[in-house]
Nanobody, 121 residues
Framework: QVQLVESGGGLVQPGGSLRLSCAAS????????MGWYRQAPGKQRELVAK???????NYADSVKGRFTISRDNAKNTVYLQMNSLKPEDTAVYYC???????????????WGQGTQVTVSS
């Protein structure tokens, strides 16, 4: 089994910063792309940022210049540094990873349980 465990969410004032972490564990041979998604109340889940195994990144336009995604392959962990936070960043943030459980097997998408980020004064 594969588990993704997120941490680092919370309540922060507008203009503040938070750092989210997501650690993958379990039966893992290789991890491909990893990413962060978010879902605000009444809205669809949307991509925030994604990073490939080769560390190529892409971001939603709404977070470019404010958020930075990174990964530590030795720890099977992906991070999201969020700066200059705005109230519209309030959402549940979910980690996603494409995991190969055995050499030659397909990559399967796994999700974390989500962590709440609230930006409010």
């Amino acid at each position: 089994q594969v588990q993704l465990v997120e941490s680092g969410g919370g309540l922060v004032q507008p203009g503040g910063s938070l750092r989210l972490s997501c650690a993958a564990s379990g039966s893992i041979f290789s991890i491909g792309a990893m990413g962060w998604y978010r879902q605000a109340p009444g809205k669809q889940r949307e991509l925030v940022a994604k990073i490939t195994s080769g560390s190529t990144t892409n971001y939603a336009d709404s977070v470019k210049g404010r958020f930075t995604i990174s990964r530590d392959n030795a720890k099977n962990t992906v991070y999201l540094q969020m700066n200059s936070l705005k109230p519209e960043d309030t959402a549940v943030y979910y980690c996603n990873a494409g995991v190969q459980k055995f050499r030659g097997s397909d990559y399967v998408s796994y999700w974390g349980q989500g962590t709440q980020v609230t930006v409010s004064s």
